[in-house]
């Protein structure tokens, strides 16, 4: 069974502007997926839809098999979403506050005041139950919304921009948990203007640029259609200024980090051979984490 299928899926605006042309976008069951897409390219508008706070103008959406138009309070119970804005009451206790949404989707007071403090304590709130919401931080009312879209343990779970203003130990904690939950069977859907979380995270990606999917397809496909591969080097000697590879785009990041970009018809071994990079004295070397941001950007860039 497919966790979200959507066919044909347009919406314009009064203004004329159409922010959807049509889409068609199928997410498995149990994938980590990412949405992804320029400011203005039509994600949020596709979540809005999907989570019922944007009327389609024509097409047609499932969740978790049923269709939204025939049942939506069924399609509803399979659903969580995790808004970018704070949408809870800044004067209700915390726990309160999550109890309360179990019991817009029917989860019995008792059930719900286990799993409260189950996510709490998952995601170091627990100290914090008692304690009005104004008084956290922003990235602990991050927590709490995604708490409150997991109270009723929904089957899909949509993710708009979760780790948007959040440091990043907490964005570690935070990938750590959304992976766990993940591999216990939610499906989850990303947006994030952070590419390297959507790389590190997600198995599946749709891109979305001008209101039509431009790519649909697993994250390694993608990533292949790069034409360069890019490394960055660490040394526990300094690395001057005006250091410069002769057959190699390289980049000094900092006195002991060089970004090197190496074609696709060469290799390791034809970087190593420079006699410039013997003179480093290498500690490691790893993928570059922005392959995604390329990728993207170029193809984005394209369609425009």
Known sequence: MKALEIKNLKKTYNNDVTALKGIDLSVEKGDFFALLGPNGAGKSTTIGIISSLVVKN????KICGIDVD???????????VVNQEFNFSQFEKVFDIIVTQAGFYGVPYKVAKERTEKYLKKLGLWDKKDEQARMLSGGQ???????????HEPEL????????????ELRRILWDFLKEINKKGTTIILTTHYLEEAESLCKKIAIIDNGEIIENTSMNKLLSKLDDQFYVIETSNHIE???KLTNFYSEREDENKLAVKIPKDKTLNDLFAEQEIKKLKITNIKNQTNRLEELFIRLTTKND
């Open 58 to 61: 024509e097409g047609s959406l």
């Open 70 to 80: 025939e049942d939506f309070n069924s399609a509803k119970l399979k659903l969580g």
């Open 141 to 151: 009312k991050r927590r709490v919304m995604i708490i409150k879209a997991l109270i």
């Open 157 to 168: 779970l949509i993710l708009d921009e979760p780790t948007a203003g959040v440091d990043i």
């Open 241 to 243: 200024d005006k250091f």
